[in-house]
T-cell receptor, first 111, second 114 residues
């Protein structure tokens, strides 16, 4: 069955560093990937969408890459801040517009 | 736009009672999704609608759960009778008809069944 795995449950980094989160997918050839952020007690917030024919997408301090050969998407937050601390999710698409969310990666940025 | 609106934000009820959760999607969005989130099971899709028509309800846990979308601006998720294991945060999300449209989530309803 198709699957996306995020490389770790938790990631701790120092403020100012670049955070890199990874999604690896198997048995799955997505036409696009989405990244969301979720803060405790709140609903997920859409951040970025990258299509399979796009190598890279940027939004302010955020950057997403999509490597269809490695079957991997990387999500970078440059000049990280404590306010970036949250859980980041890369859901799979069932092919019918519904998304399946995993548990995500919990990012903690230390001041 | 006000975003996706859910009510109530918190609901505490006793086992056996009927619970109705409400959602107003973003105007103009064609898709509406209901999710449930718990620590144990994460974020689960329950059901979703396209143009007010249910497309996939395979995530609905059992017959005690039902969802309706009588018009483009309103949806309900009903649990009858409620059980303690239904305690969770229920999210509604809507999505526009764009290329694999991103989803916009509401603030959620925290349900506690005692």
């Amino acid at each position: 069955s198709q699957k996306i795995e995020q490389n770790s449950e938790a990631l701790n980094i120092q403020e100012g560093k670049t955070a890199t989160l990874t999604c690896n997918y198997t048995n799955y050839s997505p036409a696009y990937l989405q990244w969301y952020r979720q803060d405790p007690g709140r609903g997920p917030v859409f951040l970025l969408l990258i299509r399979e024919n796009e190598k890279e997408k940027r939004k302010e301090r955020l950057k997403v890459t999509f490597d269809t050969t490695l079957k991997q998407s990387l999500f970078h937050i440059t000049a990280s801040q404590p306010a970036d601390s949250a859980t980041y999710l890369c859901p799979t698409d069932t092919g019918r517009r519904a998304l399946t969310f995993g548990s995500g990666t919990r990012l903690q940025v230390q001041p | 736009d006000a975003g996706v609106i859910q009510s109530p934000r918190h609901e505490v009820t006793e086992m056996g009672q009927e619970v109705t959760l409400r959602c107003k999607p973003i105007s103009g969005h064609d898709y509406l999704f209901w999710y449930r989130q718990t620590m144990m099971r994460g974020l689960e899709l329950l059901i979703y609608f396209n143009n007010n028509v249910p497309i996939d309800d395979s995530g609905m846990p059992e017959d005690r759960f039902s969802a309706k979308m009588p018009n483009a601006s309103f949806s309900t998720l009903k649990i009858q009778p409620s059980e303690p294991r239904d305690s969770a945060v229920y999210f509604c999300a809507s999505s526009p008809l764009t290329f694999r449209g991103e989803q916009y989530f509401g603030p959620g309803t925290r349900l506690t069944v005692t």
